[in-house]
């Protein structure tokens, strides 16, 4: 698979550092209030990438953490007269309830940073001893000049970004705020101020810097080298190069391999986001469309492009996934009643085409995890098979355009099933109740439950040795 490495910005073969296994780390969203339409983008494209992976058949290590201590949060605390640690619990459970609604699939570590506090003590710790970092008046900083290769991602030159701040260092330094040995260096750890969170620390009680999170949250979950490092592009500077500042100034290797930042999503041609007040909450958006619209539209742009939100280009967007959901359904009712028979030369001249169409559909997602092509190659099919699949169709046929689609539409997260099917604990646990109905007598309830697995396609034997089902 090639990807876009901002790192290099080009395009480069994904190798893994471990064989099989692919270890990424989405920075994930600050808990102060309902996520919007724009942070649902890196949430949705990662998701796909490691759906993807997955199919691949990679063991894929995911990692998002929830920003639980921070300004936005002390701030909205104060206002409703709560905790602070109340107002993040409440929404990292709310973008939990989002991220279900988007058939985002639950990270396999979810950190959150005020879980974290001993280990970001020791990685500050660390640059202390290795001079990266300095301690004044119980706040610590890095020393940004120490670490040579500052501003590599963003492609910043150091004294560049100097020169562009030369009034606001000299504001700083006549408002006694100057106390940092350099305009460029940043917070690791900051003291307390009345009313807020903190911890202690050798640097007196206070809490960490934001970009310090991510360091230490992606080398316990991961590694010291992770794989795959993402994010929003507003987060390549300072955010990612403030990371890899530390990391690799602690950890002396490098820190990610691959940088992937999503494009804005974008309203009247201006970012989307909470401070230009120009946002759709998912929470609301999905009380319009479906949720499964939304993540189908994001998906209809290639990750790395703006994308602008308008009611008209969702509502197409709707449209298209019915094309595809109708298409799905009329191939299970298709299922349902063709006949299992050998493929005529035509039938084997389509099943080939749909094998063409997984190809394409994978080089697609292989060429940088191009899914605006990838649906265009769902839409191929689907085309293909209104055309050429049904009732009449061998049986295999019907099948085999029914489950690819499925497949394809499921690595882009897209549910296509009308009914999920009906999961072996869930039958084998229905089997035993029926079971005991009958040992008690109860034979209407052990028909009810035939009957309800019956409807599912499932079939019961009652043999010598128990009972023994299989699917219609
Ligand atoms: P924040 O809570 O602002 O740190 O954002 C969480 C994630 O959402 C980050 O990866 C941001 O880059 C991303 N993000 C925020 N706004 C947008 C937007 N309008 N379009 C795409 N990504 C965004
Ligand atoms: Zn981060």
């Given at each position: 698979?090639?990807?876009?490495?901002?790192?290099?910005?080009?395009?480069?073969?994904f190798v893994p550092i471990r064989d099989g296994k692919v270890g990424i780390y989405v920075c994930g969203p600050t808990v102060y209030d309902y996520i919007h339409m724009g942070n649902a983008r890196p949430m949705i494209v990662f998701d796909t990438l490691r759906r993807?992976?997955?199919?691949?058949?990679?063991?894929?290590?995911?990692?998002?953490?929830?920003?639980?201590?921070?300004?936005?949060?002390?701030?909205?605390?104060?206002?409703?007269?709560?905790?602070?640690?109340?107002?993040?619990e409440r929404y990292i459970?709310?973008?939990?309830?989002d991220m279900k609604d988007l058939n985002v699939m639950e990270a396999t570590t979810?950190?959150?940073?005020?879980?974290?506090?001993?280990?970001?003590?020791?990685?500050?710790?660390?640059?202390?001893?290795?001079?990266?970092?300095?301690?004044v008046n119980?706040?610590?900083?890095?020393?940004?000049?120490?670490?040579?290769?500052?501003?590599?991602?963003?492609?910043?030159?150091?004294?560049d970004l100097e020169a562009g701040h030369r009034d606001e260092k000299h504001a700083l330094k006549v408002s006694g705020e100057g106390e940092k040995e350099d305009f460029l260096d940043f917070v690791l750890w900051k003291p307390k101020k009345e009313g807020e969170p903190f911890w202690e620390s050798p640097w007196g009680d206070g809490r960490p810097g934001w970009h310090l999170e991510c360091s230490v949250m992606s080398k316990k979950y991961i590694g010291d080298i992770i794989d795959i490092h993402a994010g929003g592009e507003d987060l390549i500077f300072p955010h990612h190069e403030n990371e890899i500042a530390q990391s690799e100034a602690a950890n002396d290797v490098?820190?990610?391999?691959?940088?992937?930042?999503?494009?804005?999503?974008?309203?009247?041609?201006?970012?989307?986001?909470?401070?230009?007040?120009?946002?759709?909450?998912?929470?609301?958006?999905?009380?319009?469309?479906?949720?499964?619209?939304?993540?189908?539209?994001?998906?209809?742009?290639?990750?790395?492009?703006?994308?602008?939100?308008?009611?008209?280009?969702?509502?197409?967007?709707?449209a298209s996934l019915d094309r595809i959901l109708t298409a799905v359904s009329r191939l299970e009712d298709a299922l349902a009643v063709a006949t299992d028979r050998d493929l005529t030369e035509e039938e084997k001249e389509v099943k080939a085409r749909l094998a063409?169409?997984?190809?394409?559909?994978?080089?697609?997602?292989?060429?940088?995890?191009?899914?605006?092509?990838?649906?265009?190659?769902?839409?191929e099919m689907v085309k293909l098979t209104n055309s050429s699949v049904?009732?009449?169709?061998?049986?295999?046929?019907?099948?085999?355009?029914?489950?690819?689609?499925?497949?394809?539409?499921?690595?882009?997260?897209?549910?296509?099933?009308?009914?999920?099917?009906?999961?072996?604990?869930?039958?084998?646990?229905?089997?035993?109740?029926?079971?005991?109905?009958?040992?008690?007598?109860?034979?209407?309830?052990?028909?009810?439950?035939?009957?309800?697995?019956?409807a599912q396609g499932i079939i019961l034997e009652d043999t010598r040795e128990g009972v023994k089902w299989k699917r219609a």
């Open positions: 698979m090639k990807i876009y490495n901002t790192m290099t910005r080009k395009k480069e073969d993807y992976l997955l199919y691949k058949g990679y063991d894929v290590n995911y990692v998002s953490n929830f920003t639980d201590v921070d300004d936005k949060i002390i701030k909205r605390a104060i206002e409703e007269g709560v905790t602070s640690s109340e107002i993040s459970e709310e973008v939990m309830q979810h950190p959150k940073a005020t879980e974290e506090i001993p280990d970001m003590i020791a990685m500050i710790e660390t640059l202390i001893e290795k001079g990266h970092a300095y301690e119980g706040t610590v900083y890095f020393r940004t000049r120490s670490f040579k290769d500052y501003g590599k991602l963003s492609k910043k030159n150091i004294d490098e820190f990610a391999r691959y940088w992937m930042h999503n494009g804005f999503l974008k309203i009247d041609g201006e970012k989307m986001s909470k401070s230009l007040g120009n946002f759709f909450t998912i929470r609301d958006i999905g009380k319009k469309y479906p949720l499964q619209v939304i993540r189908f539209f994001i998906l209809s742009a290639h990750y790395r492009s703006p994308l602008n939100f308008a009611d008209t280009l969702v509502d197409s967007s709707k063409e169409y997984v190809t394409k559909y994978e080089n697609a997602m292989e060429d940088d995890l191009n899914t605006a092509d990838a649906i265009s190659v769902i839409f049904t009732a009449d169709s061998a049986k295999s046929l019907v099948q085999e355009a029914f489950t690819t689609i499925g497949k394809l539409c499921d690595i882009l997260g897209i549910i296509t099933k009308v009914e999920a099917e009906i999961l072996d604990s869930n039958i084998e646990a229905l089997i035993e109740e029926r079971q005991a109905a009958r040992k008690a007598k109860n034979f209407a309830r052990a028909d009810e439950i035939r009957d309800t697995l019956a």
